[in-house]
């Protein structure tokens, strides 16, 4: 294994057990300045990962999403670094679901070549650089028990849809409609890229402001798995940008089809995708951490049919 996915592996392991520690002790909520929560669990586990980091990896930069907060936000400019989300899905994590990671990934030219998500409540960890991903099945000591390769699947018609669960958009439902999903599942956190790359589903739409953090990880496991995240032009989507550049991105497979070859950018026709595992989004850079730049939890609107398992 590449050497610096352990070190993410192991700081994301023992940062989600620190999570499920203060899970059980009852955690207590805050807010931010653009009025998303935050735990002392969010701090705790990014404190595990960044020490891990700076032991492992001192000279390359760290952007972490509790140090973001608080104005700690290194240069990154023609630089390799590395994005973390110590809790992605706190909403979820506060409400009793199980359904929230731990998010480590380096950045390459603006590419997420190593990534780790670690669901700790799940038990399951998803790895991918390299061309190849895996999933680990972690048992209750912490330990791995099992390491198993896995790839995203061709897409199937009609696609099976994953969508967020806290942070969904009547754009979300419009796009499901005309993609004509089949079956549509609300998952909370980076999970929902875990699912494409084990092949579990086709499909991943979202409208809505994000932060780099929340994909940077699961991005590097599709990558890996043989997707390929994409802009609604076709063109790649890119980490570390400037503020201001384009917001929305669409995640596809390369899929093969008779006769025409394979296609990379998934085409809207009619009530169907033409092409692919897709995410649709609209990203806000990590320098403009506010309350006018962060996630929207405005006009949110669940999917119709939408199921949780």
């Not at 955690?27 to 009025?35: G, H, I, M």
């Not at 929230?100 to 998803?126: S, W």
Request: aromatic content about 6%; some cysteine.
């Amino acid at each position: 294994m590449n050497s610096m996915l352990a070190t993410f592996e192991k700081a994301a392991l023992v940062a989600g057990k620190a999570i499920l520690d203060v899970q059980k002790a009852g955690p207590n909520t805050s807010y931010k300045a653009d009025r998303s929560p935050v735990t002392e669990a969010d701090e705790q586990a990014e404190a595990i990962i960044l020490a891990e980091l700076a032991r492992a990896c001192p000279d390359i930069p760290v952007v972490a999403e509790e140090a973001v907060a608080i104005g700690r936000i290194p240069a990154i400019e023609g630089r390799s670094f590395i994005l973390v989300d110590p809790l992605d899905g706190t909403k979820e994590f506060i409400s009793g679901y199980p359904d929230f990671t731990v998010n480590i990934a380096l950045i390459e030219d603006g590419v997420p070549v190593l990534g780790v998500v670690y669901a700790p409540a799940l038990h399951v960890a998803y790895l991918g650089g390299g061309g190849e991903a895996v999933k680990l099945v972690i048992d209750e000591d912490m330990a791995v028990s099992s390491r198993e390769a896995i790839s995203a699947r061709p897409v199937e018609t009609p696609p099976v849809a994953v969508a967020s669960r806290s942070h969904s958009s009547a754009e979300t439902e419009a796009f499901l409609k005309t993609s004509g999903a089949s079956d549509i599942r609300c998952i909370g956190s980076s999970l929902k890229f875990c699912l494409l790359a084990e092949g579990a589903a086709d499909l991943y739409p979202r409208f809505g402001r994000t932060m780099e953090w929340d994909t940077a990880a699961g991005d590097a496991v599709l990558r890996a798995a043989g997707g390929a995240t994409l802009q609604l032009d076709g063109g790649p989507l890119r980490y570390g940008k400037l503020p201001g550049g384009p917001a929305w991105w669409i995640s596809s497979i390369p899929i093969s089809s008779p006769g025409d070859g394979v296609r990379t950018r998934p085409e809207v026709t009619g009530q169907r995708i033409a092409a692919g595992h897709t995410m649709v989004t609209e990203t806000a850079d990590f320098r403009a951490h506010d309350a006018n730049f962060t996630e929207s939890h405005r006009s949110e609107v669940l999917p119709r049919k939408c199921r949780s398992n």
